[in-house]
C-alpha cells in the first residue's frame, strides 16, 4: 500500500470516528446529600451526559462560571440557600440554562410559597425519584444535546 493511500485511509478513519462521536449534555448537579448526588452523577454520565456535582449555592456559581452546562439539577434543600434562590442566580448568569428543581414534597416544608412556578425553573421533580421519571422528563422538555467536545 502507498503511503499517500495510506495517508487518506487514516484520514477517512479519522473523520469516521469523530463523527460517531456521541453528542452529550452538560449537567451541573446541584445536590447537598453526597449519595444522592454520586447516584444521580453515575446514572447521568452511564446514560452519556458530563456531569458536575456540587453540593451548595457558592459551589454552582463558581462552577456555571467555569464551565458551560445545559442543563442543571438543582436540590430543593441545601444549605445557606434553598435551591429557587440557586435556580434564579444560575439562570441571571446563563438566561438560556435549563433549570430542573428537584422538589422535597414532604410536610416538613414550612414555606409552600417556594413550590410556586417561576420563571428560573423549567420544571419540577418530586423527590424522592426514578431514574427513569427523570428521563421522562429531559425526553418531555426535549432539551437537544450538544454537540461532543
Known amino acids: 500500500m502507498e503511503a499517500g493511500d495510506q495517508a487518506k485511509m ?19 448537579l446541584v445536590e447537598s446529600d453526597p449519595d444522592l448526588q454520586w447516584t444521580l452523577a453515575r446514572m447521568l454520565t452511564v446514560n452519556g451526559n458530563r456531569v458536575v456535582g456540587t453540593s451548595s449555592a457558592e459551589g454552582a456559581l463558581a462552577v456555571i462560571e467555569q464551565w458551560s452546562a445545559d442543563l442543571a439539577l438543582v436540590s430543593s434543600r441545601l444549605p445557606a440557600v434553598d435551591g429557587l434562590e440557586v435556580a434564579r442566580r444560575l439562570r441571571a448568569r446563563k438566561p438560556d440554562l435549563l433549570v430542573i428543581l428537584m422538589d422535597d414534597m414532604d410536610d416538613a416544608v414550612p414555606d409552600r410559597s417556594a413550590r410556586e ?9 418530586a423527590k424522592p425519584f426514578r431514574f427513569e ?17
Open 10 to 28: 487514516l484520514e477517512s478513519a479519522a473523520r469516521t470516528i469523530a463523527q460517531s462521536k456521541p453528542s452529550q449534555r452538560s449537567v451541573l
Open 133 to 149: 421519571a427523570l428521563r421522562a422528563l429531559l425526553d418531555s422538555l426535549q432539551l437537544a444535546p450538544a454537540p461532543a467536545e
Open 117 to 125: 412556578a417561576s420563571p428560573a425553573v423549567a420544571a419540577r421533580l
